[in-house]
């Protein structure tokens, strides 16, 4: 079983961390990562932004040096950033954009169609939104025309779940992270956004499962495991994303 780790942070307090929404997270650095998937195939991944990084890009670069080519960055940036600064995170190994709309910290939504083209058509990265599902008819219009758009923890909710299978059946990714703080019948939602796009769906550790109601559990993998065939968990577990994150 090979895993490409599709969402996880790492938060080095030798790098600013801002408090959200009233929240401050612990101390997760490089090395409590690897310790705790250790006994886990994990053969690349994606480190990703939270709201409590900001527009912070020294604790990226440094924890992508320390993972290895076989990992990449997804970062948050504002839109007045310089061409040259995105090029050169995209030689560093970022190869994402992120809008977090739940929690913030991230570029306003109102950017989005601009900001997602911008990159896209610089570097290639595509854009990740956290975003509750339920939200998506707003900007359903937006999204499904831009380049590459992937939604984070399975959209959030069971309301939403219509909505984003609409946008899956349109090429949108998600993200098979986050099972300890969503709100929706899992093995249900799992096998929709999968019958509906086979190449749609990518697994995520989402560790340290920062504000989760329960941390990322081996069972997670299990489910995954029990739920498909074994072509079908490494599409989910390590091709979706591998193929989603590769230049």
């Known amino acids: 079983m090979r895993i490409f780790d599709a969402h996880f942070h790492i938060i080095d307090f030798d790098f600013p961390i801002f408090e959200n929404q009233g929240y401050t997270p612990s101390s997760y650095i490089v090395t409590d990562y690897q310790n705790e998937t250790a006994d886990l195939n994990i053969l690349g991944g994606a480190i990703v932004s939270g709201s409590f990084h900001g527009f912070d890009q020294e604790y990226l670069l440094k924890a992508l040096k320390q993972m290895g080519p076989t990992f990449c960055g997804v970062t948050?940036?504002?839109?007045?950033?310089?061409?040259?600064?995105?090029?050169?995170?995209?030689?560093?190994?970022?190869r994402a954009l992120r809008f977090n709309i739940k929690r913030g910290g991230s570029e306003d939504l109102s950017k989005l169609d601009y900001f997602a083209r911008r990159v896209y058509d610089l570097v290639g990265w595509h854009s990740e939104l956290y975003i509750d599902a339920k939200e998506l008819p707003a900007i359903a219009s937006t999204i499904e025309n831009l380049p590459a758009i992937s939604i984070d923890h399975l959209g959030i909710s069971e309301e939403g779940l219509p909505h984003l299978?609409?946008?899956?059946?349109?090429?949108i990714h998600v993200k098979a992270t986050g099972f300890g703080r969503v709100e929706l019948n899992l093995e249900d939602t799992l096998k929709s956004i999968y019958e509906t796009n086979p190449d749609a769906l990518m697994f995520?550790?989402?560790?340290?499962?920062?504000?989760?109601?329960r941390p990322f559990d081996y069972e997670d993998i299990a489910l995954i495991q029990d739920l498909f065939d074994e072509k079908a968990t490494d599409k989910i577990l390590y091709t979706n994303a591998l193929k989603w994150y590769s230049k």
């Open 204 to 213: 995520g550790t989402d560790l340290p499962s920062t504000r989760a109601k």
């Open 76 to 94: 948050q940036l504002p839109f007045t950033v310089p061409d040259d600064e995105i090029v050169s995170l995209d030689n560093n190994g970022v």
């Open 165 to 171: 299978l609409k946008l899956v059946d349109k090429g």
